[in-house]
């Protein structure tokens, strides 16, 4: 099956600094890939859509100055959290949609665990 | 607007005995509809998805999943639990197969 990465798997920063996660589409193009948030014992949360070549779309409550995203090519997407604090502290997780078929299927990256300390 | 409802955030079954995850979606399209699995500090896994034509869908590991349209149901099934079924399962709506909108999740535990 499909094989999205995410790098790193797990990061701790210190509050004030910014992280960027990579999300990667390794055996096939995605010109769109999505970022979640997961609180502990919670759903994933859509943050924002990311399409290849054109600015990234948000979720309603979504601060897009904070997260920053950005699909530099088909293959790789990356989210950056801008002076994070620890409220930013979350399981991110990035998926990337595929043509499979007649019909878009998601496949999701291992996630990311961000600690701001 | 697409949505879903998990009933029942924790489940506990005995192993061997049947293994029911609920689910109900709201949508104003006909919908798509996903079971993913997720275990401890890992991303989602697909189990099993709903696009069209025939109602019952088979998945990996023994699951399966039946698109009920009268009762905008898609409930998960396994005749018998296995220890390793332990994990938290989230059910998924999508008018596109795109922009997914995720159920609160269940958590699933075995009993031995």
């Known amino acids: 099956g499909a094989v999205v990465s995410q790098h790193p798997s797990r990061v701790i920063c210190k509050s004030g600094t910014s992280v960027k996660i990579e999300c990667r589409s390794l055996d096939f193009q995605a010109t769109t890939m999505f970022w979640y948030r997961q609180f502990p014992k919670q759903s994933l949360m859509l943050m924002a859509t990311s399409n290849e070549g054109s600015k990234a779309t948000y979720e309603q409550g979504v601060e897009k100055d904070k997260f920053l995203i950005n699909h530099a090519s088909l293959t790789l997407s990356t989210l950056t959290v801008t002076s994070a604090h620890p409220e930013d502290s979350s399981f991110y997780i990035c998926?990337?949609?595929?043509?499979?078929?007649?019909?878009?299927?998601?496949?999701f990256g291992p996630g990311t665990r961000l600690t701001v300390l | 607007a697409q949505s879903v409802t998990q009933l029942g955030s924790h489940v506990s079954v005995s192993e061997g005995a049947l293994v029911l995850l609920r689910c109900n979606y709201s949508s104003s399209v006909p919908p798509y509809l996903f079971w993913y699995v997720q275990y401890p500090n890992q991303g989602l896994q697909l189990l099993l998805k709903y696009t069209t034509g025939a109602t019952l869908v088979k998945g990996i590991n023994g699951f399966e999943a039946e698109f009920k349209k009268s009762e905008t149901s898609f409930h998960l099934t396994k005749p018998s639990a296995h220890m390793s079924d332990a994990a938290e399962y989230f059910c998924a709506v999508s008018a596109t197969g795109n922009q997914f909108y995720f159920g609160t999740g269940t958590s699933l535990t075995v009993i031995p």
């Open positions: 998926s990337a949609s595929r043509l499979a078929g007649a019909t878009n299927t998601q496949y």
